[in-house]
């Protein structure tokens, strides 16, 4: 039997662009290859699905074309999607900085979508395998479960983030297929690692949390860092992995509210210890080790001027380089991908394929952390569902 929509891909953005596509009379199946819907969705968040943010807008998104995902944010905003999840009574919370969760359990937002896959009279099929895709008059897709045909084929297959559960490159390798361009991947929203001395010397801070300012190229944040076994945690740090690539610095201001030469130079007659005057303002444990390894904590009055304002340039521009990240197992997107210049930002279809659509992480934008990258599964979706 012919349906009039294929979507491959059982995520966030493959059931929006179904729920939309149903409800406008179209026939449609979604194919995902593992045995369960919204297997993401499921561990997002803790497992209570960050599943928007109230401020959401084109700046919380990378891409080769900044302007791309305008279209669709506007269309679908996030007032959208909580009414959604007010229309299903789900229980939700404001966390910070305008990340919303549910107060129960992601299941709930799962459980709202397939609900409105039913109402929209969705087929859904798992544990189906796509092994090949053809496009003549209608695309057919084969599959261990059969062939089928479409007038219209959606790939909403994700990133490489997170392959444990179900991810592959099978949305890039389609793209390459028909001729389309892809961007340059890799992991984002990751901790970043250290090899070598850079680690042994950082070991010693393992399990330090501590608010900072951090920083790369122009991109900046300021939350927690956490230094871990292995280097670099935290929401700031993984906020600028996504900017950061290998042989980067980055830089961390430990003291984002203060002036540190100030503080250095007002202490400086009454015999305090550097350790114990940073202490006052940051973790004693990180304080301690910090200055053993870049300023041999001693008297103030010890140091010259010359060497305390050396201290307060590090204080405020702590210089690290990542040797590495923890790559797509721990990633939870990736940036790049389908090019944006090949898809129209408006139906997010194919320019020179007409019928094929891409959505949701697969395409080049990628959001910062804090729902953002729901809200542009929901939105993408949308604008296909909108098309197809």
């Not at 859904?124 to 084969?142: G, T």
């Not at 389908?338 to 139906?347: Q, V």
Request: glycine share 10%.
């Amino acid at each position: 039997m012919k349906r009039d929509v294929i979507i491959i891909g059982g995520g966030a953005a493959g059931l929006m662009c179904a729920i939309e596509a149903g409800k406008r009379g179209r026939r449609v199946l979604v194919i995902e290859h593992t045995d369960r819907i919204g297997k993401k969705i499921a561990i997002s968040g803790g497992g209570r699905c960050n599943f928007t943010n109230l401020y959401t807008g084109p700046e919380n998104f990378l891409s080769a074309n900044p302007n791309f995902c305008k279209s669709a944010l506007v269309r679908y905003a996030p007032a959208d999607f909580i009414a959604l999840v007010e229309k299903y009574r789900i229980n939700y919370h404001e966390k910070k900085l305008g990340q919303l969760f549910c107060d129960s359990s992601s299941r709930e937002i799962i459980s709202m979508l397939l609900s409105e896959c039913e109402r929209a009279k969705v087929e859904i099929r798992l544990n189906c395998q796509v092994r090949e895709v053809r496009k003549d008059a209608s695309f057919e897709i084969e599959t261990n479960q059969g062939a089928f045909l479409s007038d219209s084929l959606v790939i909403a297959t994700g990133g490489l983030s997170i392959p444990p559960i179900g991810a592959t490159d099978f949305g890039y390798r389609l793209a390459r297929k028909f001729g389309l361009r892809i961007r340059e991947t890799r992991p984002a929203l990751v901790p970043l690692t250290f090899a070598g001395n850079k680690l042994e010397k950082l070991k010693a801070l393992s399990g330090v949390s501590l608010d900072a300012l951090v920083s790369c190229h122009k991109a900046e944040f300021r939350e927690n860092i956490l230094l871990t076994h292995r280097g670099l945690s935290g929401p700031a740090i993984l906020q600028i992995s996504s900017y950061w690539k290998k042989g980067d610095h980055i830089s961390i201001n430990l003291l984002p509210d203060m002036e540190a030469s100030e503080i250095l130079r007002a202490h400086r007659s009454n015999g305090i210890e550097l350790d114990n005057l940073l202490a006052q303002f940051l973790p004693r444990r990180f304080a301690q080790v910090w200055c053993e390894l870049y300023a041999r904590s001693k008297p103030l009055k010890n140091y010259t001027p010359f060497e305390l304002e050396k201290i307060s340039r590090a204080l405020h521009a702590w210089q690290l380089e990542p040797d590495g990240s923890e790559g797509y197992k721990k990633a939870e997107v990736t940036v790049g991908g389908i090019d944006t210049d090949e898809l129209s930002s408006r139906t997010m279809e194919s320019r020179s394929v007409p019928g094929l659509y891409f959505i949701g992480e697969v395409v080049d934008v990628t959001g910062h952390l804090g729902g953002h990258n729901f809200q542009w599964a929901w939105a993408s979706g949308f604008a296909a569902g909108q098309d197809v």
